[in-house]
């Protein structure tokens, strides 16, 4: 018998529906979530419970490409349609670029694939070179993997480093010790998917600790909040890493809310879903927060005549309680 | 191959980006190979060394730069939007195709912010005729930071664009909610086409109980001005 998990399985007293009073006045920051494959439902809820902006980790689209045109497409959907889609919303988007693991398998396309990535790195809100790192744990993921970290080095970005759902804890320590023996500061390198079984490793040689919550595969946040207990706030950060599978775009505001009922501090909270992460991938010069801290304004640079009460473009709501459809 | 004289355009923006820039970024910039070698990657890299501000529009080369070229809404470009278009200027023209095909690769890979500007910037391109599928694609787009590139105080579309496209690009307008008043060219290429086509597009708003933009009449009126009177009064009863 252990671990002490079996007092957070009792759900009986804790809250079933998000309190939008309890959210009310608090910003949060998703720095990982797969919009291109969300619903502008989702935008709409994501923007009312909070989120004010997010990052997009270039990954792996559930089937394996075959041509790198299909690359360059999808960073370039990143950086416009996407970007302007969650504008829309009132949600301030960012990315990261990079060959997600999985693909870093077919070699001729992952050379085709690394010839692209200068060409995306140095574009506005691009905040780190991500989600890269091991899936199998090939020798050709390995090869990618530091490719893309020399490349972070030379561009001085942020790296996501995204760890294996087999094999975790190794998986985790190897893509740490290649990250250092390639002369990466600890400081610019998350260390993404994280479980009690990793963080203390993570936190001890100084990287940042990301924790996904995602229900089923990943971290539940009733989990989390023992997490932050015991850890406390320095280096952690929340995100929902939602996308195509079953996935929760809601993961950060309500593990804030959930960590708030369960006595954890203001203080503690912010850090771990708004401010630590703007710190860790601040670090590309790419994050403005006075671009969102204040409540998101569209299409800020296309301004006429310095007018700064323009907050058009904003997608209008629709009635949802209504059947009936204008 | 240029309409305009790139000799004084060059300095012009080089003048007004010395005052506003850092002599780090200015530096960088005016370093860069001419032609450039290596166009997408320095468009992209400007953005971390020239701000998304506007220019003081109160400063002599900033003047100056306003009054050699009119038709360009100035004020609505950053120190950014101004870098990004010194780079493209920079490019060697000599060579159609291969000038070209340098900008459309450009366009092919940009970002939100460089899109923008690749539009903005099209009455600056060598090869005017060369870029109507280009400027008819933006058109298309779904953008609206993009649209309204193409559409305000921009002089491409007006001078370039074949009929269809740009009757495509004043719907278009209209059915986004933008603001005719800033399009360029509107009286001058007004045709019966594209008034018939607002009258269609009238009728349907009237039979789904919407309002329509009333810059839509004096576009209709000239070709069809019984049938736009009808239709006026109807709106009017609607409300």
Same mark, same amino acid.
């Given at each position: 018998m252990c671990c002490g998990s079996k007092a957070i399985e009792n759900r009986g007293a804790l809250p079933e529906t998000i309190d939008n009073?309890?959210?009310?006045?608090?910003?949060?920051?998703?720095?990982?979530?797969?919009?291109?494959?969300?619903?502008?439902?989702?935008?709409?809820?994501?923007?009312?419970?909070?989120?004010?902006?997010?990052?997009?980790? =270039?990954?792996? %689209? /559930?089937?394996? !490409?075959?041509?790198? &045109?299909? $690359?360059?497409?999808?960073? =370039?959907?990143? %950086? /416009?349609?996407? !970007?302007?889609?969650? &504008?829309? $919303?009132?949600?301030?988007?960012?990315?990261?670029? /990079?060959?997600?693991?999985?693909?870093?398998?077919?070699?001729?396309?992952?050379?085709?694939?690394?010839?692209?990535?200068?060409?995306?790195?140095?574009?506005?809100?691009?905040?780190?070179?991500?989600?890269?790192?091991?899936?199998?744990?090939?020798?050709?993921?390995?090869?990618?993997?530091?490719?893309?970290?020399?490349?972070?080095?030379?561009?001085?970005?942020?790296?996501q480093v995204h760890t294996p759902h087999r094999d975790k804890k190794k998986g985790t320590q190897r893509s740490m010790d290649i990250a250092v023996e390639q002369g990466l500061d600890p400081s610019m390198v998350i260390i993404d998917h994280n479980n009690e079984e990793t963080v203390e490793e993570v936190l001890n040689r100084g990287f940042w600790a990301a924790f996904t919550i995602y229900p089923f595969t990943k971290m539940g946040n009733e989990r989390m909040v023992e997490i932050v207990k015991k850890y406390g706030a320095e280096r952690i950060m929340v995100n929902s890493a939602a996308d195509w599978g079953i996935s929760d775009p809601l993961a950060v505001p309500k593990t804030a809310l959930l960590m708030k009922q369960k006595g954890i501090s203001d203080a503690v909270v912010k850090a771990v879903t708004y401010s630590n992460a703007i710190t860790a991938f601040g670090q590309s010069g790419q994050i403005d927060t006075a671009d969102f801290e204040n409540g998101f304004m569209i299409n800020q640079s296309e301004k006429f005549e310095n007018n700064s009460v323009l907050r058009g473009g904003q997608q209008p709501r629709i009635d949802k309680s209504s059947i009936i459809i204008k | 191959m240029f309409a305009y004289t790139i000799e004084i355009l060059r300095p012009a923006i080089a003048a007004v980006l010395k005052e506003e820039s850092s002599s780090e970024s200015f530096t960088w910039l005016v370093a860069l190979p001419v032609p450039p070698q290596n166009i997408t990657r320095d468009f992209s890299f400007a953005s971390r060394k020239f701000s998304k501000q506007r220019p003081a529009s109160s400063s002599a080369p900033h003047i100056y730069l306003a009054e050699k070229f009119q038709r360009t809404h100035w004020h609505s470009w950053t120190i950014l939007d101004l870098a990004r278009l010194y780079l493209l200027l920079q490019l060697n023209a000599a060579n159609e195709q291969e000038y070209t095909t340098t900008i459309e690769s450009v366009f092919n890979q940009a970002d939100l912010g460089e899109l923008t500007i690749l539009y903005k910037a099209l009455p600056y391109f060598a090869y005017g005729k060369a870029w109507e599928s280009r400027c008819a694609e933006g058109i298309r787009s779904n953008m609206g930071t993009v649209l309204e590139a193409i559409m305000y105080e921009n002089s491409y579309p007006s001078v370039h664009l074949p009929e269809a496209a740009w009757n495509q690009l004043i719907l278009k307008a209209i059915f986004t909610g933008k603001d005719l008043g800033r399009i360029y060219g509107l009286e001058e290429r007004n045709n019966a086409a594209l008034a018939a086509s607002l009258l269609d597009y009238a009728e349907e708003r009237l039979a789904a109980g919407r309002n329509i933009d009333a810059a839509v009449w004096p576009l209709t009126k000239v070709f069809y001005p019984e049938k736009t009177g009808v239709l006026q009064q109807r709106f009017l009863q609607e409300k």
């Open positions: 009073e309890l959210l009310k006045g608090m910003l949060f920051f998703d720095p990982h979530v797969h919009m291109t494959s969300r619903t502008t439902d989702d935008y709409q809820a994501m923007a009312d419970a909070g989120i004010v902006a997010l990052i997009e980790p =270039s990954f792996w %689209l /559930g089937q394996p !490409r075959t041509n790198a &045109g299909t $690359f360059k497409d999808y960073y =370039s959907s990143l %950086l /416009g349609w996407e !970007r302007f889609r969650s &504008g829309q $919303f009132g949600i301030k988007h960012y990315c990261t670029i /990079g060959l997600n693991s999985r693909e870093a398998n077919n070699e001729a396309l992952a050379e085709e694939v690394m010839a692209l990535l200068p060409k995306f790195i140095y574009k506005e809100g691009v905040v780190g070179i991500g989600e890269i790192g091991f899936d199998d744990q090939t020798t050709l993921e390995e090869k990618y993997y530091r490719l893309q970290l020399e490349l972070a080095k030379e561009a001085a970005l942020p790296v | -």
